[in-house]
């Protein structure tokens, strides 16, 4: 199954996967990472941050992500651009699928801005930023959305387990609810 967190930039969605991966690989081997930074820094730089490139970056995860799904594989996605046609590819192209939205305001990630990237933006040295010169498209058919500000990364991967039953099953909880 692949399960996809989407957000904008600094929404918390690397950190999301990191407290997943630590509270759930124990558990269950078979839970792996796909982190859209790291996709990237694997491929080099041959991709810039333009729309266009945005959806070539998505459709590389979607691919590795198939191929371990297939595999097998619970796969973890954090990638940030989530135009509604390639989120709609998702639903028809995984065998299960749980799509993640960490609903963090642009105000709260423009506060945090671990990367810089919105004071850059701001100032002009930075172009192709989601949310800023580039259109956010909120996902409209997520199935949980998370206050990306108001829990820790820890608090938010207790709902995402108790939100996802394979998740659920692994750390010996039985699901309550689908949440979203």
């Known amino acids: 199954m692949v399960i996809w967190l989407t957000g904008l930039s600094g929404a918390g969605k690397t950190s999301l996967c990191d407290a997943l991966l630590a509270a759930v690989k ?7 990472r796909l982190d859209g930074d790291a996709i990237r820094a ?3 730089t041959s991709l810039g941050y333009s729309e266009p490139e945005r959806v070539v ?3 590389r995860i979607q691919s590795l992500a198939k191929e371990l799904d297939q595999q097998g594989f619970v796969v973890l996605v954090a990638a940030l651009y989530a135009h509604p046609e390639l989120l709609a ?8 699928y749980f799509e993640v939205y960490l609903d963090t305001s642009l ?12 004071r850059r933006a701001k100032s002009g040295e ?6 800023i010169d580039i259109p956010w498209h909120a996902p409209t058919n997520a199935d949980l959305v998370v206050d990306g500000a108001g829990d820790t990364p820890a608090g938010l991967a207790q709902r995402v387990i108790e939100a996802v039953p ?8 039985e699901q309550k609810r689908r949440v979203g």
Do not use: H
């Open 42 to 44: 694997i491929f080099g």
């Open 126 to 131: 930075q172009r192709d930023v989601v949310g």
């Open 166 to 173: 394979v998740l659920a099953r692994a750390m010996g909880r």
């Open 89 to 96: 590819w998702n639903r028809q192209n995984f065998s299960d």
């Open 26 to 32: 124990p558990r269950l081997p078979t839970l792996v």
């Open 107 to 118: 105000a709260e990630v423009q506060r945090r801005d671990a990367k810089g990237l919105y």
């Open 57 to 59: 970056q998505i459709k």
